[in-house]
């Protein structure tokens, strides 16, 4: 079997959702969602395509290292790795089909088959933050069937910062913040999860201030208190309070967190597929933290496609904490008729593991050419 085209689209969704389609000689196709964002289509078709075109589709990882090493010196980081995980994810995506088995099998097999969530409700409606919006929306997440919620907290009280850059918290800043984690403590009670995202904007002393005030709501995860880049004083955020801190979305590959894992400068990561490098470099990750009996969360900002991708690795990997919704993209209400599937993928707040071949669902090409970002070709 021979790669012999591969195609990129980018939809207007919550963000510019990116997808990788790679066609063979043997007629099966597999189908990626990459990292959002500008530029990833691009990539995928200028720089990864002529790396692909004839090589065995089956070769997953020594494919993956091709686009890697032969992407060496023109960012690795950031745009091009956030297509290689969509290039990638389409590889495993045909393997499945051609072999028959779910990608789960392929990297191993599942521990699970339902896999534990948290929605990410953001802040309030119209991304509103007064303690009565977010104790609403925190309603609405759990009455949707979330037992886990997660707001976002950097950003919340900027009309009473001292400076927009400077990473400090005002005490204002702090008495508005507790207010808003108390009052959504207050709406659903303490047998939700609560996690609370500060985004990596905070100076060390401030965030373990907000830390401080923050500890008696008994929260499931702080995340990216500082900035992931200094393990030092990730360690030190991390030593100092109570909170498990949560952080990785940011990094790339095992590279990148072999300094977390091994400094043990956090309490449990955050692995994001489609920007770390891929499925299987997730799993890597994963099993790397596993030697340091630290749990791995599977966080997303992509649509329902990059989720399978997500669930799949999450299956296959003892130390799964949880899979994050983006919950906060539900003004998409199109966004879950984008993959079809034999049964809800969602139930009782947990993602239910496709099992059919390949990724286990079908990617609704009709329902996507309808909403191509204005620009972008539909797969051309
Ligand atoms: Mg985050």
């Known amino acids: ?42 990539a995928v078709t200028k720089r990864l395509r002529p790396m692909l075109i004839g090589q065995n589709p089956l070769n997953v990882e020594p494919l993956y290292t091709r686009m890697l090493d032969r992407s060496t010196g023109q960012s690795t980081a950031g745009i091009l790795l956030g297509a290689i995980g969509g290039v990638e994810t389409a590889l495993w995506d045909v393997a ?50 979330f037992q886990s919620i997660k707001f976002d907290i950097d950003g919340s009280a900027n009309e009473l910062q001292h400076d927009p850059v400077d990473r400090g918290l005002s005490l204002a800043e702090l008495d508005k913040m507790e207010a808003m984690v108390s009052a959504v403590r207050d709406a659903v009670g303490y047998d939700i999860d609560l996690c609370i995202d500060c985004h990596g904007k905070y100076n060390v002393r401030d965030v373990l201030l907000l830390a401080q005030r923050l500890e008696k709501f008994n929260l499931m995860f702080l995340e990216d208190p500082v900035p992931p880049e200094n393990i030092d004083a990730m360690g030190k955020v991390t030593a100092s309070t109570s909170i ?86 539900d003004q998409i209400e199109w966004r879950w008729d984008l993959v079809i599937s034999d049964e809800p993928l969602i139930q009782d707040g947990q993602f239910i593991l496709p099992e059919k071949p390949g990724l286990g669902v079908e990617f609704n090409e009709d329902l996507a050419r309808a909403h191509v970002k204005e620009g972008y070709d539909f797969f051309e």
């Open 244 to 329: 498990p801190i949560c952080t990785g979305e940011w990094v790339h590959r095992r590279d990148g967190f072999r300094g977390l894992i091994e400094n043990q400068a956090c309490d449990m990561l955050h692995i994001d597929i489609s920007a770390t490098g891929g499925m299987l470099e997730g799993k890597k990750i994963a099993d790397l933290a596993d030697l340091y009996y630290m749990p791995a969360a599977f966080h997303n900002i992509v649509s329902p496609l990059g989720m399978v991708a997500s669930a799949h690795v999450g299956a296959t990997v003892r130390n799964l904490h949880t899979l994050e919704l983006p919950y906060h993209a």
């Open 1 to 42: 079997m021979k790669i012999t085209d591969v195609k990129a689209t980018t939809l207007k969704g919550y963000k510019d959702w990116n997808y990788v389609k790679v066609e063979t000689d043997a007629g099966i196709s597999g189908i990626g969602e990459a990292h959002p964002g500008e530029g990833i289509s691009d």
């Open 96 to 145: 499945g089909k051609a072999i028959g088995v779910p990608v789960y099998q392929l990297l191993g097999g599942k521990y699970r088959d339902r896999l534990r969530m948290y929605a990410d409700v953001g802040r309030g409606r119209n991304r509103t933050n007064t303690p009565e919006t977010w104790a609403e929306r925190a309603k609405e997440g759990v009455a949707d069937g």
